[in-house]
């Protein structure tokens, strides 16, 4: 078993929907958790990050983490044709201090 | 522009051959990780230093290798060049922590 799945999608949704993007875990050790984006040619973008359980939120964007069931969320709200890009969830047990460990990306196209 | 500065950007280069990428972290950075990106595996760590000492490694062939200078900015080393090597290779900066801050990559092209 992977320690982080991610569907790989791709994932088309009209302009103004609302997204959701997943991942699971199996390494109970994980307590930092982030989301990063990249757009086509270009390196990743740290997006959010979250320790431990909870929600956070940032502008139209709303990770959450629900490490009883070792599953982790990216909420995008009003999805723009600019959103379009790969979304990687990753995730570490030292705050990123050593080495991340990622999902393989979901492809997102927000079409207008 | 996130700082951390790749070169080359593009590299094509026959079978066997060895090549040098070269990361320039951001100011101040004392981590540089390596990582590699293809479509069926995606992001693989492969190797981490810490202000010029190797603090980690993972799946890095024996092919590769890596060091970080003084001045901080990291080269790895490809060499024996195989078809499957092409790829993306992303050099990243983190101080401190969460996350990483990526360079926009080398893409490697073997034929």
């Known amino acids: 078993q992977k320690e982080v799945e991610q569907d790989p999608g791709p994932l088309s949704v009209p302009e103004g929907a609302i997204v959701s993007l997943n991942c699971t875990y199996s390494?109970?050790?994980?307590?930092?958790f982030m989301w990063y984006r990249q757009y086509s040619r270009k390196g990743p973008e740290l997006l959010m990050y979250?320790?431990?359980?909870g929600n956070k939120e940032d502008g139209r964007f709303t990770a959450q983490v629900d490490k009883s069931s070792k599953y982790i969320s990216l909420f995008i709200r009003d999805s723009q044709p600019s959103d379009s890009a790969t979304y990687l969830c990753?995730?570490?047990?030292?705050?990123?201090?050593?080495?991340?460990?990622f999902g393989k990306g979901t492809k997102l196209t927000v079409n207008p | 522009d996130s700082g951390v500065t790749q070169t080359p950007k593009h590299l094509i280069t026959a079978t066997g051959q060895r090549v040098t990428l070269r990361c320039s972290p951001r100011?101040?950075?004392?981590?540089v990780y390596w990582y590699q990106q293809s479509l069926d595996q995606g992001l693989q760590f492969l190797i981490q230093?810490?202000?010029?000492?190797?603090?980690a490694k993972g799946n890095i062939l024996e092919r590769f290798s890596a060091q970080q200078f003084p001045d901080l900015h990291s080269e790895l080393n490809l060499s024996s060049l195989e078809l499957g090597d092409s790829a993306l290779y992303f050099c990243?900066?983190?101080?401190?922590?969460?996350?990483?801050?990526f360079g926009s990559g080398t893409r490697l092209t073997v034929v």
């Open positions: 990243a900066s983190s101080d401190p922590p969460p996350g990483y801050t």
């Open positions: 990753a995730m570490d047990s030292q705050g990123g201090s050593e080495k991340l460990v």
């Open positions: 230093y810490y202000n010029g000492e190797e603090r």
């Open positions: 979250t320790y431990s359980s």
């Open positions: 390494n109970s050790a994980f307590q930092y």
């Open positions: 100011s101040g950075d004392l981590s």
